[in-house]
């Protein structure tokens, strides 16, 4: 996915097509194991510049893509669309245990981290800090035995959560307040109007409609004197 003809470097999401997030998510996740294994293999005494801060660096291309799917998939994405969440979320997951559950790499964080006495610079400290408590938290210290579990566990949840946020999704997306005359008690005429066009776009010409949307449910919320339909 590349934004670089966009303003302020955004992502171009109309010329991004469905078929794309996966060969680019393949290839932004080869990218980023490539510079992962420059680290560990780096012979070099392990410092911030070329431990943490190459560390901090890498998987640019892959946090794009990510990103760009994930924006979609949590707003205007239709079912075929989310369903590539069952593909995507595993190969993050497994991405992302693979680099926090290596081995090699977290030893030269932590020889960097024991040594931490040498970084003068405040926001190194911190980013030193950050990603030594990144990778213990998520399991950098467990036995060969429990990493194992950790990762089957990590893959597990990593097919869950998008269909929870799926489930999510859809039912907001279903959602719909069906209101009469009678119901419009408190709304302003700008409310009222476009819960009257909702309404004719869904073939319910002589009614108003509140949909699961943030701008539709949201000023019915605040301005509705119906508090039983609130």
Known sequence: ???????????????????????????????????IETIVKNVDEPTFGN????LELSGSKLSKVASAYFHLFSSESDQSFQDLAQII???????????VLNEDLFKKIKKVYDNRHLI????????????YLEFVRNGANLNKNKKNLLRKLDEELSTLS??????????????????????????PETVKESA??????NGKDDKWLITGQFPSYSPFLKFSDRRDLR
């Open 1 to 35: 996915i590349n934004n670089t003809q966009e303003p302020f470097g955004t992502i171009p999401f109309s010329d991004i097509k469905k078929s794309d997030f996966v060969p680019a998510l393949d290839d932004a996740i080869h990218e980023a194991n490539e510079e």
């Open 120 to 131: 003068k610079d405040t926001e190194d400290m911190r980013l030193l800090e950050l990603t």
């Open 196 to 201: 009257k066009m909702a309404a004719k776009e």
């Open 162 to 187: 998008p269909k929870f946020s799926n489930n999510t999704l859809n039912a907001t997306n279903a959602f719909e307040l069906v209101l009469d005359r009678d119901d419009l008690d408190g709304l």
């Open 89 to 99: 979320s595993p190969k993050l997951a497994k991405y992302s245990s693979s680099v």
């Open 51 to 54: 431990t943490i801060l190459s």
